[in-house]
């Protein structure tokens, strides 16, 4: 059941439920449907189909089957008089979840008539009346709340109407609070610039937030806010809906990442495959591109060669006016399929040349532009990866090493790239550190729920096999293995 629940697929803790030997035999299809509120066919496609991505039926469902809420990759907070709770006339149809107030947000998400909403919970905007009891220990918050309330001066039962899916920011000023409840009562007449700005902020704190985070904490904000994209564009304005999409692409390329860091690859191309989508609908040729970048980077993590090397081609098209920092990191991926393919070092040298001239003559772009993330220090990373595709590990050892003295990485990305780095020191011939500097992964790759450093580092054990004796192999297999 554990292993069912760290796969992040609802289909698979139903099944493992269904199946699981405490039970005198098998729980049917039909018995299981009837206490989650679907018939047998839907809970058939969910077992079996890629993960629900629904967070308002993953938090009724996990309520409905008492899953331990430390179990799961949400947080659901025991309910002592569930139903004696309302937040709009209708009772609230399963627990909340509140994030870790580590987790800069205290978003607050809650299904209200099947629909997601997620709702402030800070020293600065308080919890509405009626929520302080969903939270297990919360008598903190709900004496904040007699206190001062700040949402007061608008009805809160507005914000909350009809159950729209919401995404709400800590110290927001109550002009912006009931200019967003306006939006979600009325989106046609109130949804406008303001607020996709307001979804925008929610969007680059979830990529600032991800790399010291990791994706197990960022992924919940990031569903949230992609159904409130969804359910809001379909009655906004034709003029604020290409704009709200043009948003929605960014998310959905960026939950796509999220769910590659996981090893999800079903659920990522899903939302790589909305966010062409989107960007398609809302007229942003960069995004195109730059989504056909992802999927090259995504071929890669599947050792797809030949496919990675013809969507970083298509990606690298002059259709798409890509910035030039996406066209360099464009350029080098096109090297790294080269190198994988076996082409000439002269011409995998020479395509990474052209992506440092590229990278050296790029504009200052703004910060939420695409690809500035990609600096020199990427650029060098990346440069490692290559040289060791190309066969030569010992250059890409340099490298790695050269980047990660400086500290400039986030957290998550240390424990990735040692993990790529202790594969260069495999392949050179030294076990002993590149068994060291794994172990140092190893840690970073638990913390934050990486499940593609674990994988790399997998691959790194393989090629540590035959020195498996030695006293810091047999550790890292431990610390990897626990």
């Given amino acids: ?45 969910i077992e079996s189909g890629k993960p629900p991505h629904d967070l308002g039926k993953l938090m009724r469902w996990a309520h409905s089957l008492k899953i331990p809420a430390d179990l799961l990759w949400f947080k659901l907070p025991e309910c002592r008089d569930e139903a004696s709770i309302e937040v709009t006339s209708a009772p609230v149809q399963a627990a909340a979840m509140m994030l870790e107030a580590s987790q800069a947000g205290g978003l607050l998400p809650v299904v209200v008539n099947g629909r997601t909403v997620l709702v402030p919970v800070d020293a600065e905007t308080i919890l509405p009346s009626g929520l302080g009891s969903l939270i297990g220990s919360s008598a903190d918050v709900s004496a904040q709340a007699a206190e001062r309330d700040p949402m007061s001066p608008f009805n809160r039962r507005d914000f909350l109407k009809n159950g729209v899916a919401a995404v709400a920011l800590p110290g927001l000023g109550l002009d912006e609070l009931q200019h967003v409840a306006a939006a979600l009562d009325d989106a046609h007449r109130y949804l406008d610039g303001p607020v996709v700005d307001y979804f925008r902020r929610v969007l680059g704190k979830a990529k600032r937030d991800d790399g010291a985070l990791g994706p197990k904490k960022t992924l919940p904000v990031m569903l949230g806010l992609l159904g409130a994209v969804e359910a809001q564009a379909r009655d906004v304005k034709l003029s604020v809906r290409r704009e709200l999409l043009a948003l929605g692409a960014d998310g959905a390329e960026f939950a796509g990442w999220l769910y590659r860091d996981i090893q999800q690859p079903q659920a990522a191309v899903f939302w790589y495959d909305r966010a062409m989508e989107w960007a398609q609908e809302a007229d942003s040729a960069p995004m195109q591109g730059y989504v056909l970048l992802k999927k090259s980077q995504m071929a890669y993590d599947e050792r797809d060669a030949l496919r990675m090397l013809t969507l970083a081609q298509a990606a690298g098209h002059d259709r798409w006016h890509l910035p030039a920092r996406v066209r360099a990191e464009v350029t080098q991926q096109e090297a790294l399929g080269r190198a994988m393919l076996g082409d000439p070092l002269d011409v995998v040298r020479g395509q990474l040349a052209d992506a440092e001239a590229l990278l050296t003559n790029a504009p200052e772009d703004h910060p939420d532009a695409l690809g500035t993330y990609f600096n020199g220090h990427t650029r060098l990373l990346r ?99 626990a």
């Fill in 1 to 45: 059941m554990r292993e069912a629940l760290a796969s992040w697929h609802m289909g698979h803790v139903f099944y493992a439920y269904r199946t699981h030997p405490w039970h005198d035999r098998v729980v049917s299809q039909e018995a299981m449907a009837g206490w989650l509120d679907l018939n047998q066919a839907q809970l058939s496609r």
């Fill in 383 to 481: 440069d490692a990866i290559t040289y060791t595709e190309a066969g030569k590990p010992s250059l890409a050892v340099e490298l790695f090493s050269d980047v990660m003295s400086t500290g400039m990485l986030s957290h998550r990305d240390t424990g990735f790239f040692n993990a790529r780095r202790a594969a260069a020191l495999a392949l050179s011939g030294e076990p002993d550190e590149a068994a060291k500097v794994g172990k140092a992964s190893v840690a970073v790759a638990h913390e934050v729920k990486s499940e593609r450093t674990v994988r790399v580092l997998g691959e790194v054990l393989l090629t540590l096999d035959r020195w498996r004796s030695r006293p810091a192999v047999r550790e890292f297999r431990e610390s990897l293995t």
